[in-house]
């Protein structure tokens, strides 16, 4: 009986380095601070919005709000934005080539990241600024087609849309324009005919931001409508 606290302590301790050694690697002797300010398309202060700091995150925002280690990663600090829109925060250094600043600012808004890698390169003054971060409004958009014309009657289409996600790479302090993927054009391509001559869409897009809307009715020229999405919930019906 008198060697089980020392066989406890001992496993304790190997759990202990077991765990340790699965978390990114720190520099115990750095500190990084993270700072910027959340914006709306209006250029208008979001308070409250939820800003993360992670290392090893492969996928953003699998899962909704911060904490979650949607496909690995590791959250290293956490706080919300002041009613000006501005934050701040401190974190120690993680020794990492896949460090993310991530921003939530509300189901109805985009997402933002930035992301960077800092075991190769040290950010100056141990500091990294994402600027201003714009998150933009989100719309439900709802598109319905329907078969009015005499069967046999063969539509091609495409919907072209803004994606709402935003993530900026940046390689020592300047952004990467091939790895960034900011609200990238998205593409539905296809056919309706007799044996389905009808469809309805559902997507998210940006409100203020346009659709294109390509078709073509029994292999006649192509015709292209310009959209607008103007409100949160929106709604377009098509009859060929």
Do not use: W
Request: net charge negative.
């Amino acid at each position: 009986m008198k060697f089980i606290p020392s066989f406890i302590f001992t496993v304790g301790f190997l759990l202990m380095l077991i765990s340790c050694e699965d978390r990114v690697p720190l520099a115990n002797s750095k500190r990084l601070l993270v700072k910027g300010t959340i914006l709306n398309q209006n250029n208008e202060s979001i308070p409250n919005a939820e800003i993360g700091v992670f290392s090893g995150r492969n996928n953003e925002f699998d899962t909704p709000g911060l904490g979650f280690n949607g496909s690995g990663g590791e959250l290293l600090a956490r706080t919300v934005s002041n009613p000006d829109g501005t934050f701040t925060l401190i974190t120690l250094y993680p020794i990492t080539d896949s460090f993310s600043v991530e921003v939530f600012g509300e189901e109805a808004f985009s997402r933002y990241s930035y992301k960077t890698d800092i075991a190769n390169f040290e950010p100056t003054d141990l500091t990294i600024n994402v600027g201003n971060v714009i998150l933009s409004e989100k719309s439900e958009v709802t598109f319905n087609i329907n078969r009015t014309n005499a069967s046999s009657t063969e539509l091609q289409y495409s919907i072209s849309y803004r994606d709402t996600f935003c993530r900026d790479v940046f390689f020592e302090e300047a952004l990467d324009e091939e790895l960034s993927q900011c609200h990238e054009i998205l593409q539905i391509v296809r056919t309706l005919d007799d044996n389905n001559p009808d469809d309805s869409i559902d997507f998210t897009s940006l409100v203020n931001s346009e659709i294109t809307f390509t078709y073509s009715i029994n292999g006649q020229p192509q015709q292209t409508e310009i959209l607008t999405i103007d409100q949160a919930d929106y709604e377009f019906n098509f009859n060929y």
